[in-house]
Nanobody, 126 residues
Framework: QVQLRESGGGLVQPGDSLRLSCVVSEGTFRDYAMGWFRQAPGKEREYVAA????????YYADSVKGRFTISRDIAKNELYLRMNRLSAEDTAVYSC???????????????????WGQGTQVTVSS
């Protein structure tokens, strides 16, 4: 069973940047399209970003478009989320997720994922 483990969260100030990482183990990373979700207290889970297996197609939520960048390193079995110009509205637990995809160009819908990591807390506060 594939396992996902996030890291890189923390407490930052508004305007700062942060990079989250997600290590994939017990599975073949190149078989999975990947995504990031976040959930703030009292709010529904939000689908933040996604990337195809090949890395050639991406999805971004409107709330993060132009500020966040999703990427992946096949050799390291790692997924990343680079977050720039952070604000208090970005405070949430961020989780990565995997979708077993047949099409290397496919970007998953939010309902496609079958496994999530435990999440890493990102807090943006002055």
């Amino acid at each position: 069973q594939v396992q996902l483990r996030e890291s890189g969260g923390g407490l930052v100030q508004p305007g700062d940047s942060l990079r989250l990482s997600c290590v994939v183990s017990e599975g073949t990373f190149r078989d999975y399209a990947m995504g990031w979700f976040r959930q703030a207290p009292g709010k529904e889970r939000e689908y933040v970003a996604a990337i195809s297996i090949r890395g050639d197609f991406r999805y971004y939520a409107d709330s993060v478009k132009g500020r966040f960048t999703i990427s992946r390193d096949i050799a390291k079995n790692e997924l990343y989320l680079r977050m720039n110009r952070l604000s208090a509205e970005d405070t949430a637990v961020y989780s990565c997720a995997a979708h077993l995809a047949r099409d290397v160009h496919y970007v998953p819908r939010s309902s496609d994922y079958f496994v999530w990591g435990q999440g890493t807390q990102v807090t943006v506060s002055s």
